[in-house]
């Protein structure tokens, strides 16, 4: 079976399975069939593993990775020419009310496009992605988008 349930057309609903494994410590795998495997642990500052995918990163990344494909699916509806996306984020995890949470999330595109596409436009779908990306409207927390965005001369 696949990774992704799809539902009837009209109700647009799709299930993701994921599986994890426990390996040993606070560290095991994540799957989902047909993609590679992960080694996940707890980060460090909570006694896992350095160097490997924590649920962390994965949180932080997701909303990252989201953001991108939203915006670069809205730039090619508008055929927009995106030259260059690449982007880091940076995910404030806080100890509130005797729990840890997430409290913001900064993402930070730099966005290179040709010549004949105005920051503006950019702007403006920067924000349309900010305001649909879906992994982004299904958390408590403050998502922020803070881009570059460098026009290459024609």
């Given at each position: 079976?696949?990774?992704?349930?799809?539902?009837?057309?009209?109700t647009?609903?799709?299930?993701?399975?994921?599986?994890?494994?426990?390996?040993?410590?606070?560290?095991?795998?994540?799957?989902?069939?047909?993609?590679?495997?992960?080694?996940?642990?707890?980060p460090?500052?909570?006694?896992?593993e350095?160097?490997?995918w924590?649920?962390?990163d994965?949180f932080?990344?997701?909303?990252?990775i989201?953001?991108?494909?939203?915006?670069?699916?809205?730039?090619?509806?508008r055929?927009?020419?995106?030259?260059?996306?690449?982007?880091?984020?940076?995910?404030?995890l806080?100890?509130?009310?005797?729990?840890?949470?997430?409290?913001?999330?900064?993402?930070?595109?730099?966005?290179?496009?040709?010549?004949?596409?105005?920051?503006?436009d950019?702007?403006?779908?920067?924000?349309?992605?900010?305001?649909?990306?879906?992994?982004?409207?299904?958390?408590?927390?403050?998502?922020?988008?803070?881009p570059?965005?460098?026009?290459?001369?024609?």
């Amino acid at each position: 079976m696949d990774s992704v349930e799809h539902t009837s057309s009209r109700t647009k609903s799709f299930t993701y399975k994921t599986g994890t494994t426990w390996l040993e410590s606070r560290s095991g795998t994540l799957s989902s069939e047909g993609k590679p495997t992960l080694r996940v642990a707890s980060p460090p500052e909570f006694k896992g593993e350095r160097g490997v995918w924590t649920p962390e990163d994965l949180f932080v990344g997701s909303v990252e990775i989201c953001h991108m494909t939203t915006f670069l699916s809205f730039a090619a509806q508008r055929k927009l020419s995106i030259i260059s996306y690449k982007s880091h984020a940076n995910g404030v995890l806080e100890f509130i009310d005797g729990d840890y949470r997430f409290t913001r999330i900064v993402i930070f595109p730099t966005i290179t496009v040709g010549s004949a596409v105005a920051e503006t436009d950019v702007h403006t779908l920067l924000r349309e992605a900010e305001k649909h990306c879906l992994v982004a409207n299904s958390i408590a927390s403050i998502v922020e988008v803070n881009p570059t965005i460098i026009v290459q001369p024609g």
